[in-house]
Structure formats: C-alpha cells, structure tokens
C-alpha cells in the first residue's frame, strides 16, 4: 500500500513563497497521477492542482492564476507544489494525493491514497 508523507509546511508573509513535497513509499509514484488538494477549518476539501503519470499534462484549480506550480520526480518518488506570491487565503492544510485510475483530477474520489497533510500560515 502506498503510503504518501507530505511535508514543506510552514509560516511565510504574504506575497512569500513555500515548497510542498510529498515523498512516496510502499509503490512506485510513477504508475500514479497526484494532487494537491486544501481544506481550511470548517470547509470542504478543495483541489489546488494535479499532474499526469509522466509529468505532461499539470491542471490547476482557477484561484491559482499561475502562482503554483505542481511537478514530479519520479526517480525520487516526490512531487512537488511550488508556491509563490503566497496570499492569506491560501492558508490552509495542503494534502497531497494518489490517483491510480486517473479520470477527473479535481475530484476526490478519482484518488486512491492521502497524506496526512501539511499546515501552511501565511501572514499578511
């Protein structure tokens, strides 16, 4: 079973930028399509920002408006979400996903696995 570990959380200002990884292990990260998704207090979990088996196709949810940017590595079975002119709304708890089957990407029952999420602050 794979097993996802997000990390890169943290405190930063606003307009400030983070890096979010979710490393993989128990399976190859490669045979899997991965999110990011948010979820504040109180609210449904909501999608950030996906990308394909082989890194060639990325989808992001419209409030990024080309701030993040989602990749992978797949020799170190990571992902990544680059986050820059961080705002603080964004501040939430980032999850990365798994997705074996793929299909909509924005949805949460198109994924297969979860990591334990990563709380980012952003102060302004």
């Known amino acids: 079973q794979v097993q996802l570990l997000d990390a890169g959380g943290g405190l930063v200002q606003a307009g400030g930028s983070l890096r979010l990884s979710c490393a993989a292990s128990?399976?190859?990260?490669?045979?899997?399509?991965m999110g990011w998704f948010r979820q504040a207090p109180g609210k449904e979990r909501e999608f950030v920002a996906a990308?394909?088996?082989?890194?060639?196709?990325?989808y992001y949810a419209d409030f990024v408006e080309g701030r993040f940017t989602i990749s992978r590595d797949n020799n170190k079975n990571t992902v990544y979400l680059q986050m820059n002119s961080l705002k603080p709304e964004d501040a939430d708890v980032y999850y990365c996903?798994?997705?074996?089957?793929?299909?909509?990407?924005?949805?949460?029952?198109?994924?297969?696995?979860w990591g334990q999420g990563t709380q980012v602050t952003v102060s302004s």
């Open positions: 996903a798994a997705s074996f089957t793929g299909g909509l990407m924005h949805q949460e029952a198109s994924y297969d696995y």
């Open positions: 128990g399976g190859t990260l490669s045979s899997y399509a």
């Open positions: 990308i394909s088996w082989s890194g060639g196709n990325t």
